[in-house]
């Protein structure tokens, strides 16, 4: 049973910056492309980063390209996402996610952690 949990979302002021992370259990980590991806109330599911099993490939949707970095730590089952310059329009609740490809959402995703951004 894989689980995934999320967490470092909150309120900040457009301009600032949060750190995700999200820990996975039940599976062999270092084995998986992990991601994540956002919604936000009334939208569809965007997809914002993904990283490959060995970090050494990244992807980022352009609306986030420059501002964001997913990284991960095999050691620690970890992934992170670095959000920088956040912008009101980031605001959605943020799910991570295991076994997809860099750019699709995988079959496992955590619970979310909020991320509101105000103007």
């Known amino acids: 049973q894989v689980q995934l949990v999320e967490s470092g979302g909150g309120l900040v002021q457009a301009g600032g910056s949060l750190r995700l992370s999200c820990v996975a259990s039940?599976?062999?980590?270092?084995?998986?492309?992990m991601g994540w991806f956002r919604q936000a109330p009334g939208k569809e599911r965007d997809i914002v980063a993904g990283i490959s099993w060995s970090g050494a490939s990244t992807y980022y949707a352009d609306s986030v390209k420059g501002r964001f970095t997913i990284s991960r730590d095999n050691s620690k089952n970890t992934v992170y996402l670095e959000m920088n310059s956040l912008k009101p329009e980031d605001t959605a609740v943020y799910y991570c996610?295991?076994?997809?490809?860099?750019?699709?959402?995988?079959?496992?995703r955590g619970q979310g952690t909020q991320v509101t951004v105000s103007s």
């Open positions: 039940g599976r062999t980590f270092s084995a998986f492309n």
């Open positions: 996610n295991l076994g997809g490809s860099l750019a699709t959402i995988g079959p496992y």
